[in-house]
């Protein structure tokens, strides 16, 4: 009487739900310990005796009794897929059980012994947490489209002091076509030679007018990012021409170095334009007191040798000691950055300019959308000449994550 005693206390101690059914006596339960009473909110007087029909539900209880058939049935322990109990109060409570046949060996009596943990609270947590990181996909997501509205809104800026360029550059091959109208309005002599070279140049002037507003439009549309293999010389000239009225208005001189060879990287040519335009006239802007205005595109491609990652990068995919990314530098000849701006460059609605020059979220979104290309951008004084660089480190490789590179100090 003793050691039932023992027992039964160490049963009623345990920290897990403990029940055994007889299965001569139509699976009634014979034992029913301290945790298994809170987990059913049901007592042992009012259980012992009885079995699962009389406690639970009919539909939960054709399920436990199909479970204790296949335990005897195959004669060893079964792990039971979790287990929902709705208690008296109307509460669902989760179980993970086991299940175990034994067999009294001086009575033959055939028990099922269930062996259940409360997983209600890891269950909840588990939903809290899913509902959690629903919540901050969906903040994410709203996130990026907010980020997107203020790339467009930043863009719709650059469109406004390009317009008047691109409208200026329309004018000249517009003023060709016309000067061959005039011409050949006269009359068109066969033996006339020049015929030929008016019409070659009336073709060339629908084409570079028709590449003019096709690059405006391109670059003024919206959508969401996507990005395809692009020949950077290309993204160059295409930015060039759109920008060449700032140029050429300012005085200043662009020279480009971008080999041949240099390897394709993925960009949404709309949005890369975006950046290169803002670092364009960005340069053109810090130029205009300088008496060399001189920009310089210059790209090459690296193996990174030397690779340190963000501390607060959240990408586990990050540039690997080896890979090959493309780096591309927008160098000016202007008076450089002051120290005490360095650090708030990319500070959103921060500039240098002028109230009512700049929204000061050129360079904030410039940032935003080379981080969206899996890539970085720095900007700093040149160490031995007078001016800036900006530098972009693009990878040659899809979905490549951030890092920080050690490279080539610019001159």
Known sequence: MEK??????????????VFAKDANDDYRFVLWNKKQEEVTTLAASKALGKNDYSLFSRESADYFRSIDDAVLKRGRLLRVPEEIIETKNGDEVHLRTVKIPVIEEDTGRRLIVGISEDITQQVKSHQELEHLNKNLVDTNKELQETQLQLIQAEKLESIGRLAAGVAHEVKNPLALLLLGVDYLSQGIDPDDKNVETILTQMREAVDRADRIVRGLVDFSSQRSLTREPMNLRVVVDEVLLLVKHELTRSNTTCKINIP?????????????????????????????????????IRARSESLEDVVKNEGARKYEVFRTGDRVVILEIVDSGSGIDKKDVSRLFDPFFTTKATGKGTGLGLSVVRKIVNLHGGEITIKNRTLHRGAVARIILPTKLDTGKVSVKSKESK
């Open 260 to 296: 041949d060879d240099l390897p394709h990287v993925h960009l949404d040519l709309s949005k890369f334009e975006q950046v290169l335009i803002n670092l364009v006239i960005n340069a053109v802007h810090a130029m205009s007191d300088s008496d060399d205005k001189t920009i310089e």
């Open 4 to 17: 039932l005693s023992i027992v039964e206390s160490v049963l009623d101690n345990l920290p897990v739900a």
